[in-house]
Antibody, heavy 118, light 107 residues
Framework: EEQLVESGGGPAKPGGSLRLSCAAS????????MNWVRQAPGKVLEWVSS????????DYADSVKGRFTVSRDNTENSLYLQMTGLQVEDTAVYFC???????????WGQGTLVTVSS | DIQMTQSPSTLSASVGDRVTITCRAS??????LAWYQQKPGKAPKLIVF???DLQSGVPSRFSGSGSGTEFTLTISSLQPDDFATYYC?????????FGQGTKLQIK
């Protein structure tokens, strides 16, 4: 069974940093592009970042470009999101999601909550 | 960026009803559209891809249609488990834009 488990969320101050992790199991992690998608409380889904299977291709939403860095470790079946310069607007549940085909997200973790507040 | 607009934002219906949710893209995306179901406190679940293909394990009462800029998700006979929020997503460009969601609630 495919499983994605996020961790690393929690409270942070504006301007602070957090590092999210996503542990994958049940599928060949190294074969898939992986994504981070976030959802502010009571709000809609927002794609944040993607990283190709070999880390060659990386994309970011404009809202996080220059502040967030996505990475992966295929030997550890893990995905990461380093978040710096956090803003109140970054408060959200962050999901990691596995991609199949073109930009299609077929498997999601349960999410980890990031709360940015002074 | 491609914008995705769903309607209605909220839909009240009863068990057994047939319901349709619409999603419009700001430019043509061919059939590169997916639908997700999300329940409170849970992760989204993929239910339809390529506009009309049902994800494995999804009941046949769900169906998707459309191409270009206009798409629909139809549930032929609502079941209690179907009350949730539904999101469309364009799978045409890297920005992977989602619609604003349609909350399907019990009448």
């Amino acid at each position: 069974e495919e499983q994605l488990v996020e961790s690393g969320g929690g409270p942070a101050k504006p301007g602070g940093s957090l590092r999210l992790s996503c542990a994958a199991s049940g599928f060949t992690f190294s074969s898939h592009t992986m994504n981070w998608v976030r959802q502010a409380p009571g709000k809609v889904l927002e794609w944040v970042s993607s990283i190709s299977s070999n880390s060659r291709y990386i994309d970011y939403a404009d809202s996080v470009k220059g502040r967030f860095t996505v990475s992966r470790d295929n030997t550890e079946n893990s995905l990461y999101l380093q978040m710096t310069g956090l803003q109140v607007e970054d408060t959200a549940v962050y999901f990691c999601a596995k991609e199949v085909g073109a930009y299609l997200l077929d498997s999601w973790g349960q999410g980890t909550l990031v709360t940015v507040s002074s | 960026d491609i914008q995705m607009t769903q309607s209605p934002s909220t839909l009240s219906a009863s068990v057994g009803d047939r319901v349709t949710i619409t999603c419009r893209a700001s430019q043509s995306i061919s059939t590169w559209l997916a639908w997700y179901q999300q329940k409170p406190g849970k992760a989204p679940k993929l239910i339809v891809f390529k506009a009309s293909d049902l994800q494995s394990g999804v009941p046949s009462r769900f169906s998707g249609s459309g191409s270009g800029t206009e798409f629909t998700l139809t549930i032929s006979s609502l079941q209690p488990d179907d009350f949730a929020t539904y999101y469309c997503q364009q799978c045409y460009t890297y920005s992977r834009t989602f619609g604003q969601g349609t909350k399907l609630q019990i009448k």
